[in-house]
T-cell receptor
Framework: QKEVEQNSGPLSVPEGAIASLNCTYS??????FFWYRQYSGKSPELIMFIYSNGDKEDGRFTAQLNKASQYVSLLIRDSQPSDSATYLCAVNPYGQNFVFGPGTRLSVLP | EAGVAQSPRYKIIEKRQSVAFWCNPI?????LYWYQQILGQGPKLLIQFQNNGVVDDSQLPKDRFSAERLKGVDSTLKIQPAKLEDSAVYLCASSPEGAGWGQETQYFGPGTRLLVL
């Protein structure tokens, strides 16, 4: 079983700060990486995906991928209370289906 | 564009009973997934369909779970008989055809919350 690991949290940050969420994966053959946000009692919604090493920015969100170290991270700039949710990392090993991590709970304090 | 539809939203049954969930994907999406999400965990894939064919059911407990996708559109997931450990949210997701391995963007439905007593 391919593994995806995340700190369960909760990760608490003050409003306006940068939240940093990390994810590590075990399969070196993994080729695509996704971040989903899940509000309590709701279904996951895609924030962004990344395929190549380096950074990918989308608004206040930046995904960072380092395949050599087998980690992917999500930075949320200017964190807002509405960003409080569980963030799921999903990894798609080559030729295989998605494996989701357990998620990190983020709490943005006003 | 309408999203992924699921029903029922909530279901409470006793152990050893049977239950069925229904999913209608986004129009035109060829790939359909069923996930099980236990409280505090990430979603776990149960089965993936491409049109009406099964692509991956390696994690489906086939002694009690079954799924079908007739005509390549909507799908049903059945549990018979249910166990206490089946209490979870069952999520259906769909993705467009042709994205290929490793590039599918999945769109999730609202889920069905199952409680087995």
């Amino acid at each position: 079983q391919k593994e995806v690991e995340q700190n369960s949290g909760p990760l608490s940050v003050p409003e306006g700060a940068i939240a940093s969420l990390n994810c590590t994966y075990s399969d070196r053959g993994s080729q695509s990486f996704f971040w989903y946000r899940q509000y309590s009692g709701k279904s996951p919604e895609l924030i962004m995906f990344i395929y190549s090493n380096g950074d990918k920015e989308d608004g206040r969100f930046t995904a960072q991928l380092n395949k050599a170290s087998q980690y992917v991270s999500l930075l949320i700039r200017d964190s807002q209370p509405s960003d409080s949710a569980t963030y799921l990392c999903a990894v798609n090993p080559y030729g295989q289906n998605f494996v989701f991590g357990p998620g990190t709970r983020l709490s943005v304090l006003p | 564009e309408a999203g992924v539809a699921q029903s029922p939203r909530y279901k409470i049954i006793e152990k050893r009973q049977s239950v069925a969930f229904w999913c209608n994907p986004i129009s035109g999406h060829a790939t359909l997934y069923w996930y099980q999400q236990i409280l505090g965990q990430g979603p776990k894939l149960l089965i993936q369909f491409q049109n009406n064919g099964v692509v991956d059911d390696s994690q489906l407990p086939k002694d009690r779970f079954s799924a079908e996708r007739l005509k390549g559109v909507d799908s049903t997931l059945k549990i018979q008989p249910a166990k206490l450990e089946d209490s979870a949210v069952y999520l259906c997701a769909s993705s467009p055809e042709g994205a290929g391995w490793g590039q599918e963007t999945q769109y999730f439905g609202p889920g069905t919350r199952l409680l087995v007593l």
